[in-house]
């Protein structure tokens, strides 16, 4: 059997990609402190405990894993970053390699390991569309703790012959917002409310890239499978980036008569111009993403229709740092 172990199964990413891996057919197994919302086998482990990790997984076998579990962001404690990012990745990493039988191990990365990150000054990348040879400059603990990850990863791959691949996301838009998705969830109240609505982009001309969750799902199932995305770093975006301007359109079109205006708190771009280049998926996976920011903003709508407002309340945000296990992207 193809069994899957997605570790941050309960968060923004982690959560939609089980349903999309359940709805392909696929074993799912969650590793997180909390029981996601598919109906699928939990083991409760916290990834910053070595020793509790490996008793947990102990005697099982994955074909591949997962791993979403990061901090959402730059918390302020620096230790506090590097247990759950860095270590985190380390510990699950090593019980990957002695299980010995994963085909492949899949990292959820972010766009942040060139540098981008909002909460740290924006610096104009080198060319654009960004390919994944650009260099990578952080400069905050969650952009380093992102790339220190990719290190690992492909430490074990060239030293213990860990098959893995990278996957480096911008911005995800989708429902359910929480975690790292949070801004998003903000953004649905708001659209709720029918009245104002912030976009993520400080000006209209702002270009920022994004990627819906159910693309983040289908690249990281088709590069898990590809022979040819093994020891490689893939960018994961949407079919094109967008400018305030035509994000506001969008959102206009979708929710008439709202007030949409820029300046967002979280905006990736910070006035200036990000976009990034899929060929590489393309030229090598035969992978292309599907949804459109139009498609992103109306399946947003639905949820906000369907009640996923009030039958998901939000969490305080502190809930989210410190627990060690779940998508906190």
């Given at each position: 059997?193809?069994?899957?172990?997605?570790?941050?199964?309960?968060g923004f990413v982690g959560s939609q990609v089980v349903e999309y891996l359940l709805s392909q057919g696929k074993h799912v197994t969650a590793l997180d402190l909390i029981a996601p919302p598919a109906s699928v086998s939990l083991i409760r482990a916290d990834i910053t405990d070595y020793a509790g990790l490996e008793a947990a997984l102990a005697g099982k076998s994955y074909n591949r894993?997962?791993?979403?579990?990061?901090?959402?962001?730059?918390?302020?404690d620096p230790l506090q970053m590097v247990r759950v990012n860095v270590n985190g990745c380390l510990n699950l990493l090593e019980v990957a390699r002695k299980m010995g039988k994963v085909s492949r191990f899949v990292l959820a990365s972010s766009i942040s390991a060139y540098e981008w990150y909002p909460a740290s000054k924006f610096n104009s990348p080198?060319?654009?569309?960004?390919d994944e040879n650009h260099p990578c400059r952080p400069k905050d603990m969650y952009s380093t703790t992102k790339h220190f990850q990719e290190h690992l990863a492909r430490t074990y791959y060239h030293q213990y012959a860990l098959p893995m691949t990278v996957i480096r996301l911008t911005a995800v838009v989708g429902p359910h917002g929480k975690g790292g998705g949070r801004g998003w969830r903000t953004f649905a109240e708001e659209l709720a409310g029918?009245?104002?609505v912030r976009i993520p982009h400080l000006t209209a001309e702002e270009l920022c890239h994004y990627v819906d969750v159910r693309d983040v799902a289908r690249m990281f199932l088709a590069a898990s499978a590809h022979p040819r995305a093994v020891g490689e770093v893939f960018n994961c975006a949407g079919p094109s980036p967008i400018r305030?301007?035509?994000?506001?359109?969008?959102?206009?079109?979708?929710?008439?008569?709202?007030?949409?205006?820029?300046?967002f708190p979280w905006s990736m771009a910070q006035g200036g111009e990000l976009a990034f280049d899929m060929s590489k998926a393309k030229k090598l996976l035969g992978f292309e993403p599907l949804y459109t920011m139009e498609q992103s903003i109306q399946s947003i709508k639905d949820w906000v229709d369907a009640g996923g407002l009030k039958e998901e309340p939000a969490a305080p945000a502190d809930q989210v740092y410190g627990v060690g296990v779940g998508d906190r992207r």
């Open positions: 059997m193809d069994d899957i172990l997605v570790a941050g199964a309960s894993i997962f791993h979403f579990v990061s901090l959402a962001g730059d918390t302020g080198d060319y654009m569309p960004v029918g009245k104002r305030g301007i035509e994000f506001i359109q969008i959102v206009q079109r979708i929710f008439p008569g709202i007030q949409a205006e820029t300046g």
